[in-house]
């Protein structure tokens, strides 16, 4: 049996204006710091991990640097936990967006599952390498509890591949700054126990 700890990156003035964000180093605002802070508390009051994997990107990185302090652990980055690649879009709101790609935008919003971003990723290749990634740790970590720290991207098509969904119900799944989703890796098989808790918020 494995327990993975699967957790988003704490709030940032990018989430907070709504920017499309990628693969941009954006650190923490003050109140990510705190969620950061808040979610170590909860970790290790909880679980007893034996390693943290980040995303190699700043906010995902303070994020799990604060987790392992606290659990006195040190952050592996991983760039299979890496957000999506956002292309001609990093940096830009959607309106931004809409100015120049009104159709595609629309279909992000209906239909992610088709979308190819100018110059970035599908949700099938984020798809893709995150499950890769997790599989692998599963290998290395037998009847262990690990933390993941990433991004809401990442993390929906994480949990959409543990239900057996498609990328077509991308957002029917939320991922708030500091969310934590709870998965067991057992004989073989993927057991979600929770899904986006900021309780401990």
Not at 52 to 70: N, V
Not at 170 to 183: H, S
Request: proline letters at 4%; charged letters at 25%.
């Amino acid at each position: 049996m494995l327990m993975i700890i699967l957790v988003r990156h704490g709030l940032t003035e990018w989430n907070r204006v709504e920017r499309f964000r990628g693969r941009a180093e954006i650190p923490l605002n003050k109140i990510g710091l705190e969620q950061a802070r808040k979610t170590s508390r909860l970790v290790k009051g909880k679980w007893k991990p034996t390693a943290i994997y980040s995303s190699p990107l700043s906010r995902a990185m303070q994020t799990a640097q604060r987790i392992a302090k606290g659990n006195r652990l040190l952050v592996q980055p991983l760039d299979g936990l890496i957000d999506i690649d956002y292309g001609k879009w990093q940096g830009l709101s959607a309106e931004e967006v809409r100015k120049d790609w009104p159709e595609m935008i629309s279909n992000w919003y209906e239909h992610p599952e088709i979308v190819q971003i100018p110059g970035g990723e599908t949700l099938a290749q984020v798809r893709h390498r995150a499950v890769t990634t997790l599989n692998e740790l599963c290998r290395l970590h037998f009847n262990e509890e690990i933390v993941l720290i990433s991004h809401t991207v990442v993390n929906r098509l994480i949990l959409l591949d543990i239900l057996g969904l498609g990328n077509n119900r991308f957002w029917d799944i939320e991922q708030e700054p500091c969310a934590i989703n709870v998965i067991e890796k057992r004989n073989e098989k993927y057991i979600l126990h929770s899904v986006n808790n900021t309780f401990h918020l």
